[in-house]
C-alpha cells in the first residue's frame, strides 16, 4: 500500500452534507456501471425542475415517473422508502455524525434499499469516517488483488487482516486501492 500512496500523491476526500441526496445517488449506483448510474442519476435529478431532490418531493413523484428516468421498479420503491425514512424520522440526519459506524449502519440499512455497502459508501462520502473497511465491495477486492499480486479475490477475512495494519486509516487505504482501478474521483 506505501507503494501505492507514493505513487498516487495527495488527494482530499471531498464529503456531501445532503444526506438524503447521497443517499439516493448510492441507492441509484447500486450495482450497476459507473456510467450507467451517472445517466441515471441525472435524468433523476432533472425531475426536481433545478431543485433538489428532498424527502417530500421524491415521495411526491409517481413510481412510473420514477421509472421513465431508468430506474427499476425496485429502486424506485426503495427511493420512496428511503423518502418516508426521513420524513417519519426514522433516519434523523442531524444525529448521524454523532452516532458510531455500526450504529449508522443499523439505521440505514432498516431502509429497504439501502445494505451494509451502501451504509458504508455513506460513512465513506458523507460523514467522512477514516475508518471504514467495505471489505464486500468488488472494486476494492479487485484492487486489493492487484496490490497484493493475488491469484483470486481476497476473501472478507484476508481484507479484514490487511485492514488490521491500516487501522483507523481503512478508509485512506481504500481510497487509494479504488484510485488504483480509477483515477477519477468518486463522490456520492
Same mark, same amino acid.
Given at each position: 500500500m506505501a507503494r501505492v500512496i507514493r505513487e498516487l500523491g495527495t488527494f482530499r476526500l471531498g464529503s456531501n452534507k =445532503?444526506?438524503? @441526496? %447521497? !443517499?439516493?445517488? $448510492?441507492?441509484i449506483a447500486q450495482q450497476i456501471s459507473t456510467q450507467a448510474a451517472d445517466s441515471i442519476s441525472d435524468r433523476f435529478f432533472c425531475l426536481f425542475d433545478g431543485k433538489s431532490p428532498t424527502p417530500k418531493r421524491v415521495h411526491a413523484l409517481t413510481a412510473d415517473s420514477l421509472r421513465a @428516468?431508468? !430506474?427499476?421498479r425496485q429502486k424506485a420503491a426503495y427511493l420512496k422508502d428511503l423518502s418516508r425514512g426521513? $420524513?417519519?424520522?426514522s433516519i434523523r440526519p442531524h444525529r448521524l455524525p454523532y452516532l458510531g =459506524? /455500526? /450504529? %449508522?449502519?443499523r439505521q440505514l440499512t432498516a431502509i429497504h434499499g439501502i445494505g451494509r455497502w451502501t451504509a458504508e459508501m455513506f460513512l465513506i462520502f458523507s460523514l467522512n469516517r477514516l475508518d471504514v473497511l467495505p471489505a464486500g465491495d468488488l472494486g476494492f477486492r479487485s484492487a486489493l488483488k492487484n496490490i497484493y499480486r493475488m491469484k483470486t479475490l481476497p476473501? @472478507?477475512?484476508r481484507i479484514r487482516s490487511l485492514g488490521k495494519k491500516w487501522?483507523?486509516? /481503512? *478508509?485512506? $487505504? *481504500?481510497?487509494y486501492a479504488w484510485r *488504483? !482501478?480509477?483515477? =477519477?474521483i468518486i463522490a456520492y
Open positions: =445532503n444526506y438524503f @441526496v %447521497v !443517499l439516493c445517488k $448510492a441507492i @428516468v431508468g !430506474l427499476s426521513f $420524513a417519519d424520522k =459506524n /455500526e /450504529e %449508522v449502519i476473501s @472478507v477475512k487501522h483507523p486509516y /481503512e *478508509t485512506i $487505504a *481504500t481510497w *488504483t !482501478l480509477d483515477q =477519477n
